[in-house]
Structures are given as C-alpha cells and as structure tokens.
C-alpha cells in the first residue's frame, strides 16, 4: 500500500514537469509567432490617443450610425400606424355592412350607376374628383392664411369642431352599424353615453394634454372612422379621387407657391408646429424636422392623418373586390411610403407622400384584377398548385 502511494507522488510529479515544460514550449512558440509576424509587417502598431476618439472623422462616423439607427426606427414609427389603420378598415368593410352607400352617392354631382356606359362613368367620376379636389384647395387656401396671419383661435376653434364631429357623429355612426351588425343590445343612454366620452377625451387627447399612446390611438382611429365613410363612395369616382388628390398633392408641396409649400415654410421661419396636422382636408405631406427636441412627437418625420386616410380608402375599396387585391394594393402602398421616406432622407426637404403610394395601389389593383386573379382562379379550379 505504501509503495503503491509512492508510484501514484511519482506519477503526478512527472506529469506536472511535463505540463509545465509543455507549457514553457508553448510560450516560445508564441513568442517567435510574434517575432515573425513583426518582422515581415513593417508598419508599426497604431496607438489609439483621446484626441483621436473627438476628431472629426471619427465623430462623424459615430453621427452617421446614430442616424441610421434613428432613420430605421423613424421608419418603423411611421409604417406600423399606416399599417394598423389599414388593416383596421379593411376588417370593417369586409365585416360590417353600410346601407348608407346610395346616400353618399347621391350627395355627388354625378350619380353612378351600372346601366350607365363606361365612357358616362369616366367622365362622371372625373367631375365628382375635381369638384371634390377643388373643395378642398379652397380650404386648404383658406387654412394657409388663417394661419399667415395668426389667426390660431379661428383655425383651432374649427379644428374642434371639425373633430368633434368626426369622432361623435361618424364616429358613432360607425360604432351603431357596428353594434347592430354584431347584432349586440344597448339601450339609447349607454349608447349616448360611450359616443359623448369617446368624443370628449378624443378632443382632450388630441388638442391638450394625454399619454402618447392615446394621443395615436385616437388619431388612428380618426383615419379609420374617415377612411371607412370615403370607402362607401362610388366605385369609378373612388379611383379617380383617389388618382386626383395624388395629383394635387404632388403640386401644393413641390410647387413654389403652392398652398401646403407656404405653410410648411411659414412654420419653420416661425419655428412653431403647425396646428392642422390632424386635419385631412389640409395636411398631406412629410415634414423633415431639423430640429434637436428630445420629445418623440415633434422629431423625425411626420405625416399627416390624411395620408393615412387616402391610404387606407385605396385598401378598403380594394376588400370589397377581393382580398388578393388587398394583398397586393397593402404591399404597394407600404412599397411606396417606404420610396418616399427614402427621398425624404436625400433631399431633407417636405415631401408628398400620396403620389408614389397611390400610383403603385392603382396599378397594382388593376393588374391584380385583370391578370393576376383570373390565372389564380384558373389554377385553383384545375388543382393546379405551385
């Protein structure tokens, strides 16, 4: 037992001279490793200094992955309410059924109906979009010099009106068909009662003080409750509205003296927000804010509710064709938000956001439409799958 004890001390000595020589053998060799890969690179190592870390190139660098960053969630800011709201109308025009539609089409110069012939309906739809078009230049114009000229309790006295009656009046329209679609009791009082406090703390969310969670809430919901009364408009004077406003759009930012141009730039030489933006009559533009605020509301790009409002009209009146064609006018017009906050970040200037959206939406309906849907159903009945 004693000599067994002895043999097992020898055993461990010997294998600590050998690990430490092991270890000795590897430190040369990495030593001359060393040696070698200095002497066959001949420039020497660079020490980092503090001067180096604050010089212009290297502050610079750091700028441009801080702006990357804040480019990227920009983005994400602005698509995910578009595509919220999107698909929010979507689900109430495939879901909820309006019996208001020939009231709508009446309230129109041009009454649309099937036993007309298409050139009739092109030509009616092309009217119904320039009265419609014109209607709201003449506000738009009248917006711009309220607010030249500091009329700012004219311009929030009709905001609050204008609001209140989109949140209660359509706003409750909308909640009613809903209700009864759902085929749910309530009795006048609690529906009074809901339609009042959903107005008012909308109002006090929007024009005062709320949580920015509920400030969006609210202002998606307004695109929602516009977007689904727009979606009961005629089928041919839809697209070309749709077609029209983009048009106009295109020519009250980009124009010299167009009416959202004079806006924008009358607010940045003031250095103040512009107090319309829920407005869809009167904002439909991207604003570049060059300005350092810490607050989220008042940095990056904004965009105006009435984008979301046409955006969201061009989906729901896709969902009552078809939803391929949802599908496809949905990647469109998120395809084309997403080309024109790319512009947006090159020219750093304000921007139309509905030409490029609302150009890809069309096409890609009436593609959808014509070629796309017939060879799906023809695949489908031939149990032809891909």
Request: hydrophobic content about 55%; some cysteine; aromatic content about 14%.
């Amino acid at each position: 037992r004693v000599r067994g004890v002895f043999i097992f001390l020898t055993m461990s000595k010997e294998n600590e001279e050998v690990k430490s020589l092991l270890e000795e053998r590897a430190e040369q060799d990495l030593l001359q490793g060393v040696d070698t890969s200095l002497a066959h690179n001949s420039e020497p190592l660079v020490e980092l200094s503090p001067t180096d870390l604050t010089s212009p190139k290297t502050r610079r660098a750091f700028q441009e992955n801080e702006l990357l960053e804040d480019q990227a969630e920009t983005v994400t800011q602005i698509l995910t309410p578009v595509a919220i709201t999107m698909v929010v109308v979507v689900f109430i025009v495939r879901t909820i059924s309006f019996p208001g539609q020939d009231t709508v089409s009446s309230a129109m110069v041009y009454h649309e109906s099937a036993s007309d012939s298409m050139w009739a309906r092109f030509l009616g739809s092309i009217l119904n979009a320039l009265i419609f078009v014109a209607m709201i230049i003449i506000v738009t114009i009248v917006f711009v010099l309220l607010y030249k000229y500091r009329c700012l309790k004219v311009i929030y006295g009709w905001l609050l009106l204008s609001t209140g009656i989109m949140l209660g009046f359509f706003g409750g329209y909308l909640f009613y068909q809903t209700w009864y679609t759902l085929n749910y009791p309530m009795d006048i009082i609690t529906f009074a009662f809901l339609v009042w406090n959903f107005s008012i703390v909308g109002l006090i969310s929007i024009f005062w003080q709320a949580s920015l969670r509920v400030n969006q809430f609210y202002l998606i919901s307004i695109s929602v409750i516009l977007a689904v009364v727009f979606t009961q408009l005629p089928e041919w004077t839809t697209w070309a509205l749709l077609a029209a406003i983009a048009i106009y759009d295109l020519f009250a930012v980009l124009c010299p003296r167009g009416p959202l141009k004079v806006l924008v730039e009358t607010a940045q030489e003031r250095d103040e927000p512009i107090p319309a933006l829920i407005y869809s009559a009167s904002v439909f533009f991207l604003m570049a804010d060059d300005e350092d605020d810490d607050s989220k509301r008042k940095r990056g790009v904004k965009l105006g509710l009435g984008d979301f409002v046409f955006y969201s009209v061009l989906v729901g009146r896709a969902a009552l064709f078809e939803m391929l064609t949802v599908f496809t006018c949905f990647v469109a017009v998120i395809t084309g938000l997403f080309m024109t906050i790319l512009l947006l970040a090159l020219f750093q200037k304000a921007l139309p956001a509905l030409p490029i959206s609302i150009a890809l939406g069309i096409v890609f309906y009436f593609l959808t439409k014509i070629f796309l849907l017939p060879l799906v159903m023809t695949l489908g009945l031939i149990a032809a799958f891909v």
